[in-house]
Nanobody, 116 residues
Framework: QVQLVESGGGLVQFGGSLRLSCAAS????????MGWYRQAPGKQREQVAH???????NYADSVKGRFTISRDNAENTVYLQMNSLKPEDTGVYYC??????????WGQGTQVTVSQ
């Protein structure tokens, strides 16, 4: 059974930074492309970053230049470094396989709240 556990969220001021972690168990995530998603209040979940098995990355326009996705295959963990945070980045952040792949069961997510 694949389990994804996200952590690292919190309350941060406008312009601040957070680093999110996604630990996978039950499978070696290093063999899969991985993505970070966020779900803002009242909105659909959207993919904001994606990393391939080779380390290639892609970002939604809304976070490009501010967010960085990375992975540590030895730790079976994917990270999302978020800088220059804005209130519109507020939401619950999840990791999983990219939207075009068969996703694993969703974790509980980690809440990110950016204040003015």
């Amino acid at each position: 059974q694949v389990q994804l556990v996200e952590s690292g969220g919190g309350l941060v001021q406008f312009g601040g930074s957070l680093r999110l972690s996604c630990a996978a168990s039950g499978i070696s995530s290093s063999g899969y492309d991985m993505g970070w998603y966020r779900q803002a209040p009242g909105k659909q979940r959207e993919q904001v970053a994606h990393i391939t098995t080779a380390g290639g990355t892609n970002y939604a326009d809304s976070v490009k230049g501010r967010f960085t996705i990375s992975r540590d295959n030895a730790e079976n963990t994917v990270y999302l470094q978020m800088n220059s945070l804005k209130p519109e980045d507020t939401g619950v952040y999840y990791c999983n396989r990219p939207w075009w792949s068969a996703r694993w069961p969703w974790g509980q997510g980690t809440q990110v709240t950016v204040s003015q």
